[in-house]
């Protein structure tokens, strides 16, 4: 994989913090800047595709009954009303 130089700016006190963590890891700011930038393109991505597997799923019918649907609200507030 080739790699490339890229600029940006960043806030003082950010840098000054990937500094510090990346002393505190022995690893250089290049390293960490690749491994935060491949985590994010990571769940950005993944989330794209869930959303796009939905849109496919709702565009073929393929819907949750109310009763399940109903089931799972009350389970993730506790039967709380809101």
């Known amino acids: 994989m080739s790699k490339e130089n890229i600029?940006?700016?960043l806030d003082s006190e950010k840098r000054e913090a990937l500094d510090q963590l990346a002393?505190?890891?022995?690893?250089?700011?290049?390293?960490l800047i690749n491994e935060a930038i491949t985590l994010y393109l990571e769940m950005h991505q993944w989330q794209i595709e869930e959303i796009h597997h939905g849109i496919a799923e709702a565009d073929a019918g393929d819907f949750a009954p109310e009763e399940e649907v109903s089931a799972?609200?009350?389970r993730l507030t506790h039967g709380k009303a809101r």
């Open 23 to 31: 002393a505190g890891v022995d690893r250089d700011r290049s390293y």
């Open 7 to 9: 600029t940006f700016r």
């Open 72 to 74: 799972a609200f009350a």
